[in-house]
């Protein structure tokens, strides 16, 4: 399986500054053929099921606010939210989906500090 | 907009089945262009796929689980379902079923159903 890792497991940020969440993946993410990373990035609050932020890594699901952003490639990737708002306080999780089981990071809660 | 719903016991003894349904709603379950899935997430823990399948009945599951867990397609009733035998207090969880986006199994998942939360115990 590939086993995904997030860091840190929760940080506070003061409101309108930036957070940045790490994943790492056991194995390459990056597809050849396409050139694609096979990764997503979800956003849960509490009581609600995960909602999709970005996918292919860096591409942001239509209705996301553009203060999120995705980046990295390989087993490498990153979160930002550039300017924290009260409603981005959350668990945020990634995903890999270049093969099965597909997996999820453990997680990291983002708070107001 | 397509919606996805699960129902089913919220309360299972050991050693017993958990049964569970996703209802689609606002789109047709045999859309040849998606796949659909079961992710589970224990109270106060992480997302764990459980497994997926397409219209057909062409069925993938993680392997963790995969001597236990039955998922099967009503087109007819526009749902798929979820079994999961021989439960344990370990099978407690939302259980969530999402749509894979993407004409292929590997995808993103979006959207997901609100969760419906099983627990098990006598």
């Known amino acids: 399986d590939i086993v995904m890792t997030q860091s840190p497991d929760s940080l506070a940020v003061s409101l309108g500054e930036r957070a940045t969440i790490n994943c790492k993946s056991s194995q390459n993410l990056l597809y050849s053929s396409n050139n694609k990373n096979y990764l997503a990035w979800y956003q849960q609050k509490p009581g609600q099921p995960p909602q999709l932020l970005i996918y292919w890594a860096s591409t942001r699901e239509s209705g996301v606010p553009d203060r999120f952003s995705g980046s990295g490639s390989g087993t490498d990737f990153t979160l930002t939210i550039s300017s924290l708002q009260a409603a981005d306080v959350a668990v945020y999780y990634c995903q890999q989906y270049y093969t099965t089981p597909f997996t999820f990071g453990p997680g990291t809660k983002v708070d107001i500090k | 907009q397509l919606q996805l719903q699960e129902s089913g016991p919220g309360l299972v003894k050991p050693s017993e089945t958990l049964s569970l349904t996703c209802s689609v709603s606002?789109?047709?379950?045999?859309?040849?262009?998606?796949?659909w899935g079961w992710v589970r997430q224990p109270p106060g823990k992480g997302l764990q796929w459980i497994g997926s399948m397409y219209y057909s009945g062409s069925t993938y599951y993680n392997p963790s689980l995969k001597s236990r867990v039955t998922i099967s397609v009503d087109t007819s009733r526009n749902q798929f379902s979820l079994k999961v035998n021989s439960v344990t207090a370990t099978d407690t969880a939302i259980y969530y079923c999402a749509r894979h986006f993407g004409p292929a199994l590997d995808s993103w998942f979006d959207p997901w159903g609100l969760g419906t939360l099983v627990t098990v115990s006598s």
């Open positions: 606002g789109g047709s379950i045999t859309n040849a262009n998606y796949y």
